[in-house]
Structure formats: structure tokens, C-alpha cells
């Protein structure tokens, strides 16, 4: 039997774990599953005769590296700041891993002693570090072998709502990390590249400045820039490339009304609110506005806005119910973020039974043989209303596939890596699509960079 150790038991571990479960059999392979909760490890390893749960505190060095020497090949399912510690033992121990999380500066410091070991460090193999990496390379690939010169590489990737739970004014709930939601696009301007002009977007104008996306099938999106679009250029070898964006995408209007947030300060993460513990939703919102003697919170917060009492923007504040003058936040010592985040997660949690959604939406503009054309391409996953989310198969199943494909000897090229060769994405991408991960593409004439709004 091949050993693979799985290091934390989080959202996405256990599609992962059912993969590899199911081919356990037939690979010869036995799963340890590690997490400091002994519970969650259990609960995922289903009682199968190829699966061990086991109790793991990777900040106690003994602990993780006996585990660590056991293993054929380690898959961390850590957060992402804690990849390092598992990396450090694997290089030590020698032996491979694979992390769904970006490179950090740390992580790529150990690419030539991981060269020189012949060990492979897969990275940036979930969705989004991953399949966009892929799909998108594959596409590139297409273009550039036949000899075109790529103008234009777009991409956009969203964690949503299913449409038939799409049931709140703000057609959003969290799928995924709700922290990383509230203080997306904070820490530095978002940049990009547009028709050979570079392009910046600070933080107070990220959300109203938006395009708009249509996928077919399922009605038109809105995309908001990510924090930096130019490291992709050397990535995916697009250095002349004229327009390079990436961005997140929701649906329509859910960028204006969270830009009342912003304006207002809520989504600040860099002080301490004193008292947070004992402040109510109302005592939360009133904290951003001007005293008044006489005027009400609503009625302060409606002026600070600009916004009138039957404007959908207001309806949308008072769907979260963030006047309650009873709920209290009980986060001590806490940021605005997390207060606003606490008092999301009543109204955005996904509820039993309710499916999340996977969008994913490339551009990519060309010219060959002297034709400029634009080739879209497409991909829509949903879950199953359980455990089985949108967000896990398409974190958990890339991850598997390239854990097993490394152990297996099909994927070999050393070194710390992201998915971005042929030799890994083809055979990832072809085995996602029996998952019903698969890409659409449509080739229409090249239409250039026309998006007023940016």
C-alpha cells in the first residue's frame, strides 16, 4: 500500500477524500487523515478499511514530521499560512506535497533544494490558484502553438449561490472563507493592464468600478478587479500582452451596495472597536455615523448614504437586520470586519439543503494569420446541497487528481510548481470533465477592450 497523508479536515477535504478513497483499491493506497479535531478527521474517514483518522497538532514538531516520514506523498489542507512548516519536514524527509494555496515567498525559497531532490511541490491546484490556471493555460497554449499572438487574456472566477437558492436581495451567500469576503481587495490598489496603459483601482473605488459578464445559461454577472492582475504576465508567458484583468465576479448590484461598507468603514481590519463585546448590530452601525440628539440611526445612516428609504440599497440593509437593537456582535476586542462579518454570517450562511455555484469565465483575444478573433470560454459547477459543494469538488478533485498522478509517476517535473505545463494540466483537465467540471468555448471576431466601465 502507497501511504498519503491528508493534513486538515476543512470544507474541501472531503471531496478530496472520497476520491482517493474511491480509488484506493485499485491505486493500493491508505489515507492517514490528520487534524487537531479528532472529530472532523473521523467524520471523513468514513470507517473505510483504507482510511485512518488520526489527531495532529502540526505546531508540535515530533508530531508532524513522524507523521510527515510516513507518508509517500503529503497533501496540505492547512491554511495557507501554515503550508511552510509541512514543506520544510518534506523537503527534510523527502517527500512530495501538494498545497491548493498561492506560492509564497517562503514556499518558493525552497524550490532549488526541492530540484535537487528530485521531489515535485504541486501548488495553486484548487479552483481559483488552479483550474483557472489550467483552463486558461490550455487555451494560451492552443493560440500560441498554431503561431497567434495573444492581445487580451481576461479572467474571472465567483463562488456563489445556486439560482434556485438565489433567495436574498444581494443574490449572495458565502460559500467559501467568509473573512476573506469582507476584506477582499484591501492592502493595495488593484492593477492591471488595458490596451498597453497600465491601470489602477484603490480600494475606496474598487466596487464601483465594475464590468459586466454574461454566461449562457445562467444571466449576466458582474466582475470587480482583483488586487494585482500583472504578476500573471510572466506566468502564463504573456509579457506583451496589451490587456491582462482578472477579477471576481458576483452578481449584478452586489458591488454597489457593498461599497456602503467600505464608505462607511465597516470592512477596516486594522483597529480594535472598544466594547465590541457588548455592542449591538444597531450600536455597531451607529459607531460609523455623526451624533445626533434627535435624528435616528436609520435616519443618519440614510443621509450618510445619500439613499432614500424605498431605494433597493436601503432594502438591502434592512434585509440583515443590522438595526436590531437586541442581537449583540460578542466578539471581544474585535475589528470592524469581524463584527461585520459576524453579523453577515446570519443572513449569508448556506443553509441545508441549499447548492453553491462555481462560475469561471475566460477571454482571450488573438491575432493569426493576420485574423484577430476572441475565443470565451465557460465553466459552471454546482453542488449537491450537502457536503459535495461546488467550492469542495473543485478544490478537493484537483488536488487529488495531481496527488495521485505525482505518487503515481505521471506528473515528475521537480521543483516548487504551479499547474501551467501540458504534462499536468491535459491530464487534470481531462479527468475533471467526468467530474462535470468542463469548459465551453465560443470563437467569435476579436471585439478589443470595449468595457466603458474601467
Not at 509517500?72 to 503550508?83: E, K, Q, T
Not at 495573444?150 to 436574498?168: H, Q, Y
Not at 488595458?194 to 464590468?211: A, C, D, H, S, V
Not at 443621509?303 to 440593509?317: C, G, N, P, R, Y
Request: one cysteine or more; charged letters at 25%.
Amino acid at each position: 500500500m502507497r501511504h498519503i497523508l491528508i493534513i486538515g479536515a476543512g470544507k474541501s477535504t472531503g471531496v478530496l477524500v472520497d476520491y482517493l478513497l474511491n480509488k484506493s483499491n485499485e491505486h493500493q493506497l491508505q489515507l492517514t487523515i490528520a487534524d487537531k479535531n479528532l472529530q472532523s478527521a473521523q467524520s471523513l474517514s468514513q470507517n473505510h478499511k483504507n482510511a485512518t483518522a488520526i489527531e495532529l497538532d502540526i505546531f508540535e514538531p515530533e508530531q508532524r514530521k513522524k507523521q510527515i516520514s510516513r507518508a509517500d506523498i503529503v497533501i496540505s489542507m492547512l491554511p495557507a499560512r501554515f503550508h511552510i512548516q509541512v514543506a520544510k519536514d518534506c523537503v527534510a524527509l523527502h517527500k512530495s506535497m501538494v498545497t491548493a494555496s498561492y506560492v509564497s515567498p517562503e514556499m518558493e525559497a525552497l524550490d532549488s533544494e526541492v530540484k535537487e531532490k528530485g521531489l515535485v511541490f504541486m501548488n495553486e491546484i484548487g479552483v481559483d490558484p488552479g483550474v483557472d490556471h489550467m483552463s486558461a493555460m490550455k487555451v494560451i497554449d492552443h493560440i500560441t502553438n498554431q503561431g497567434g499572438k495573444l492581445l487580451l487574456f481576461e479572467s474571472f472566477t465567483g463562488g456563489l449561490v445556486a439560482p434556485e437558492d438565489d433567495n436574498n436581495l444581494w443574490n449572495y451567500k458565502f460559500t467559501w472563507n467568509p473573512r476573506n469576503v469582507v476584506t477582499a481587495g484591501q492592502g493595495g490598489a488593484a492593477k492591471f493592464i488595458q490596451e498597453g496603459k497600465y491601470k489602477y483601482i484603490p480600494y475606496n473605488r474598487l466596487f464601483r468600478r465594475t464590468e459586466f459578464l454574461e454566461v449562457e445559461g445562467y444571466g449576466r454577472f458582474e466582475a470587480l478587479a482583483n488586487r494585482n492582475s500583472l504578476k500573471y504576465r510572466e506566468v502564463y508567458g504573456l509579457e506583451d500582452v496589451l490587456t491582462l484583468y482578472r477579477g471576481t465576479m458576483r452578481r449584478i448590484g452586489f458591488s454597489k451596495a457593498w461599497n456602503m461598507f467600505v464608505q462607511l468603514g465597516m470592512t477596516d481590519d486594522t483597529y480594535v472597536i472598544e466594547g465590541s463585546e457588548n455592542m449591538t448590530y444597531r450600536d455597531f452601525v451607529n459607531s460609523f455615523l455623526p451624533y445626533s440628539p434627535t435624528d435616528s440611526v436609520e435616519l443618519k445612516m440614510r443621509h450618510e448614504l445619500k439613499i432614500d428609504q424605498d431605494d433597493i440599497m436601503w432594502l438591502k440593509l434592512e434585509e440583515l437586520d443590522i438595526f436590531n437593537n437586541k442581537k449583540k456582535i460578542g466578539i471581544k476586542d474585535a475589528t470592524p470586519a469581524q463584527m461585520l462579518q459576524a453579523i453577515l454570517e446570519n443572513s449569508w450562511t448556506l443553509q441545508p439543503g441549499e447548492k453553491d455555484m462555481i462560475v469561471m469565465y475566460h477571454k482571450f483575444g488573438y491575432e493569426l494569420n493576420g485574423e484577430k478573433k476572441q475565443i470565451d470560454s465557460t465553466m459552471v459547477c454546482l453542488g449537491d446541497g450537502n457536503l459535495q459543494t461546488a467550492m469542495a469538488k473543485t478544490v478537493g478533485l484537483p488536488v487529488g487528481i495531481a496527488a495521485l498522478k505525482i505518487l503515481n509517476g505521471e506528473i515528475t517535473e521537480p521543483g516548487v510548481q504551479i499547474p501551467i505545463t501540458a504534462a499536468v494540466y491535459e491530464p487534470i483537465l481531462n479527468e475533471l470533465e467526468g467530474y462535470g467540471i468542463r469548459f465551453r468555448e465560443s470563437e467569435t471576431d476579436y471585439l478589443g477592450y470595449n468595457k466603458l466601465s474601467l
